[in-house]
């Protein structure tokens, strides 16, 4: 089982993204599933300035798949989140996504930082992006239009 990874946000803030998760999204780089991008999104809570992840969701039957593109198209994502949100009383909901590149160490694309700039855009809270690749992850915190690499701290 994956390690539980946790990431700096600045000097005081944490993003706490656990093993289980990590072992959920890993699956998708690998062989069959390996062949096209897959993604979903982020379930967790804000606690303070950290971001406790705690779920994520898998690729629906209405998201696009293709080698080099991963679209959330399926409205599963979304209900998951409410889902979350109705059952935890508020505490847990949407607090980014990620998805799957086709490389060993997956470095944002155009098309990546586009859509980011439009989620962080649309939250008053910071958001957690990931891209996973074969060999390792990229990881970045955004707000207000930005997004920014996080290191990972343990
Ligand atoms: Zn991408």
């Not at 992840?53 to 593109?69: A, Q």
């Not at 939250?123 to 915190?141: K, P, Y």
Request: charged share 25%; with cysteine; net charge neutral.
């Amino acid at each position: 089982m994956h390690p539980d990874l946790i990431f700096s946000i600045g000097s005081s803030a944490f993003v706490l993204l656990p093993g289980p998760v990590v072992e959920v999204m890993r699956r998708f780089t690998v062989g069959d599933e390996g062949r096209a991008e897959a993604g979903g999104i982020l379930i967790g809570s804000h606690r303070g300035d950290h971001i406790e992840i705690s779920d994520c969701t898998t690729p629906l039957r209405g998201d696009v798949r293709k080698p080099y593109l991963f679209d959330r198209k399926d409205r599963g994502h979304q209900l998951a989140a409410i889902t979350a949100w109705t059952k935890s009383l508020g505490k847990r909901t949407f607090v980014g996504e990620w998805h799957t590149h086709p490389e060993d160490f997956p470095v944002p694309s155009g098309t990546d930082r586009a859509t980011w700039r439009d989620i962080t855009m649309k939250n008053t809270v910071a958001s957690v992006f990931i891209i996973f690749g074969r060999e390792a992850l990229w990881a970045g915190i955004g707000q207000a239009g930005s997004v920014t690499a996080m290191k990972v701290v343990s």
